[in-house]
Each structure stands twice: as structure tokens, then as C-alpha cells.
């Protein structure tokens, strides 16, 4: 089996320091696949690249503005990048931590490239790997 690429679409603004169980669900995925998370994020001096696992994390600067220009600039950004992306790569899924803004817009992206899309449901992503499977 070709190792899939993954898209992740977090709505943010996530912290820079991805640490802990958070970082190991990355690694776990590496294991598969590779791909990029896209996220939004606060301060400009968190607008580094760098790899976590054989994941890109692509940040970009969270716009403080009202709901309707922060929703925008969001929509604007993940598709730019998005379309800069799949010139040279094919994103096989795409998956958002979100329903909302971030897992419409997987679903809209998905759709139009041809890629399956994962909604997660919202909760508490460290009692994920903690209760996991195995139950508490």
C-alpha cells in the first residue's frame, strides 16, 4: 500500500508548541502516511515551518478581526494553499478536527479535488489517547 498523504485542517488559532499526545498522533500517523497541517496562529513569530513526523505544519497568521473578515481570510488561506499544494501533490484525505467552518470547507475542498473527507467530533483530543480503545 502507497502511504496516503493527508491534509489536516485545524481552525486554530492553534498554540506553535504541538507537544505531548497531541504530537504523538502525528507521529502515529507517520507510520502511514505524510501530509501537511494547515493552522492559524497567533502572533507572527509563530509563522515557522517545520516538520512533525513526515507532517508539514504550515501555519499562517490568525486575522483578529470580526467573525465575518477572520472567517474570510480563513476560507481564503486554506484554499490558496490548498490550490498551491495540489499542483504537485495529491491529497488522498482530508481531515478536520472541526464540523463547522474547517469540516464545510474539507467537505467543499474534498469534494471539488476528489479527496475523502474525516470530521472528527469535538472534545478533548489528550482524553482521546488517554481513554482511547482500551476505555478508562
Not at 497541517?37 to 509563522?47: A, G, N, R, S
Not at 474539507?106 to 467530533?121: P, S
Amino acid at each position: 500500500m502507497d502511504s496516503l498523504n493527508i491534509l489536516f485542517l485545524h481552525s486554530g488559532p492553534d498554540l506553535p508548541d504541538i507537544s505531548g499526545k497531541i504530537k504523538s498522533k502525528y507521529h502515529y500517523f507517520s507510520e502511514f502516511s505524510s501530509g501537511i497541517i494547515i493552522t492559524p496562529v497567533c502572533e507572527k513569530k509563530y509563522l515557522k515551518l517545520k516538520n512533525i513526523g513526515n507532517f508539514q505544519y504550515h501555519p499562517f497568521l490568525y486575522h483578529q478581526g470580526g467573525a465575518l473578515k477572520r472567517n474570510l481570510f480563513y476560507i481564503f488561506n486554506i484554499i490558496r494553499f490548498v490550490c498551491f499544494y495540489t499542483q504537485k501533490n495529491k491529497i488522498d484525505i482530508i481531515v478536520s478536527p472541526n464540523p463547522l467552518l474547517s469540516g464545510m470547507l474539507a467537505l467543499l475542498i474534498g469534494n471539488y479535488i476528489g479527496a475523502k473527507v474525516v470530521i472528527e467530533v469535538n472534545g478533548n483530543f489528550e482524553a482521546a489517547f488517554t481513554f482511547g480503545w482500551g476505555g478508562g
